[in-house]
């Protein structure tokens, strides 16, 4: 609990302050801009709050009902206070964090229609549709990606059979060292794939220390959180468990790293056949990561810091 208190202490005062500014920059008006800073905090809070195991065991002395409702009804107040919109969109809104919330209540072991959903949700980019942005460029729609996303891990870490552990944002010295283990293995192999077929070019980073630090150093830190953080529960610790116990450990690992790579075929210009290829390919590293300490936090640092490398040092 006193890290969770020390990260809503210090990360959560410099995101509204960060916000704050944006939104100052982008000529929003305070009032519009105060709602989406608060719904922004409080989604905030709750995610970091997945990350732990003090609150989660807080929370999972509740009623599970009961939870599952708290969990669905702050995704509507946010939603209003973020600005709201037209009825549809908020029932549409409550819908997909109510099926996050409730799905593991009735099927505790069954994971792939959340799947499904969430990914839908998620890939769709359903927030921009389903967020109202009331000023051009207000940033919204990340509050509806919190929302969801703190909902899927609530209930992945709290209702689902079996529960998804270990979970949190601080890995421990074993998964640091599995973690850039398979990383330093990844890379040669993702160069040999993605750069005879094009996808992979150096690029110019800065050549000042302080720049090259501050963005390798920030680069790692959000893909960590947000973007390896979610892939990773999705499509190692659900995807590829389910996988490899339909289809045994080889063949799982395999049909999983399809999965990853064909999902990625949407970024960017449709069909991205390039990243599809080269993420199938970064997807076994993660596999490996997450199979050698059971823990997605190994996964999450292979991931990140792929990022990093792809983000910073890299034009794809």
């Not at 905030?44 to 807080?58: I, K, Q, Y």
């Not at 160069?191 to 302080?210: H, L, N, Q, S």
């Not at 450990?249 to 210009?269: D, M, N, Q, T, W």
């Amino acid at each position: 609990m006193n890290a969770l208190i020390a990260s809503l202490s210090t990360v959560l005062p410099l995101a509204g302050v960060g916000a704050a500014v944006y939104m100052h920059q982008q000529n929003i008006p305070f009032v519009q801009a105060a709602g989406i800073i608060a719904a922004f905090l409080m989604e905030g809070a709750l995610f970091l709050a997945t990350g732990s195991l003090a609150a989660r065991a807080r929370l999972a002395a509740w009623n599970p009902v009961r939870l599952a409702f708290a969990l669905t009804g702050f995704t509507t107040f946010t939603w209003l206070l973020a600005g709201g919109g037209e009825l549809w969109e908020m029932a549409a809104t409550t819908a997909i964090a109510g099926f996050l919330a409730f799905w593991y209540l009735r099927f505790p072991r069954l994971d792939v229609p959340l799947l499904l959903v969430y990914g839908a949700a998620a890939l769709g980019k359903l927030s921009v549709l389903l967020y109202f942005v009331p000023w051009p460029k207000a940033p919204t729609p990340i509050i509806g990606e919190l929302a969801w996303l703190r909902t899927l891990l609530f209930a992945v870490l709290l209702f689902r059979q079996p529960v998804v552990e270990p979970f949190g944002f601080f890995p421990t010295r074993q998964e640091w060292k599995e973690g850039v283990r398979w990383f330093v293995l990844l890379l040669p192999a993702v160069m040999a794939v993605g750069i005879p077929i094009g996808f992979v070019k150096v690029r110019d980073f800065p050549t000042e220390p302080a720049r090259l630090a501050l963005a390798i150093v920030g680069t790692f830190l959000g893909h960590f959180i947000f973007v390896a953080l979610r892939e990773e529960i999705l499509f190692r610790a659900l995807l590829l468990t389910n996988f490899q116990k339909w289809f045994g450990a080889a063949a799982g690992l395999a049909a999983s790293c399809v999965i990853f790579g064909s999902v990625h075929v949407l970024a960017g210009e449709f069909p991205n056949w390039r990243f599809a290829t080269v993420a199938a390919a970064a997807g076994f590293f993660y596999a490996k990561s997450y199979l050698a300490t059971g823990s997605v936090r190994s996964a999450m640092v292979t991931h990140a810091l792929t990022n990093v490398v792809a983000k910073v040092f890299l034009s794809t």
